[in-house]
């Protein structure tokens, strides 16, 4: 995850993909501070994991070590309040 040619950058947002296999999609974002970002929503479901940083999703905090699990198409909405390191899978969750 330290190569930087590894990472895509796209409106902001850097990502890593890390695994693909079907509808499920794996990969670490970089946010910086006081970025905001909307994931769409997946029929899948979304879990993101804070690796480092402080994150507001969808109003609520969350810092560092933190994790939450969100149903299928519920809206995603981010707002790093410090630079922020996330592990975010999509696609595996029942409807």
């Keep these: 995850?330290?190569?930087?040619?590894?990472?895509?950058?796209?409106?902001?947002?850097?990502?890593?993909?890390?695994?693909?296999?079907?509808?499920?999609r794996v990969a670490m974002l970089?946010?910086?501070a006081a970025q905001q970002h909307c994931l769409e929503s997946d029929p899948?479901?979304?879990?993101i994991f804070v690796v480092d940083g402080r994150l507001r999703c969808n109003e609520q905090l969350l810092p560092a070590d933190s994790w939450l699990r969100l149903p299928a198409h519920e809206?995603?909405?981010l707002?790093?309040?410090?630079a922020s390191?996330?592990?975010?899978?999509?696609?595996h969750l029942p409807g």
């Design 44 to 47: 899948g479901g979304i879990e």
């Design 85 to 91: 390191l996330l592990w975010l899978k999509r696609g």
């Design 79 to 82: 707002l790093a309040e410090s």
């Design 30 to 32: 970089r946010l910086a």
């Design 1 to 24: 995850t330290r190569d930087a040619a590894l990472w895509q950058s796209m409106d902001g947002v850097e990502s890593l993909p890390l695994h693909s296999f079907g509808s499920e």
């Design 75 to 77: 809206p995603v909405d």
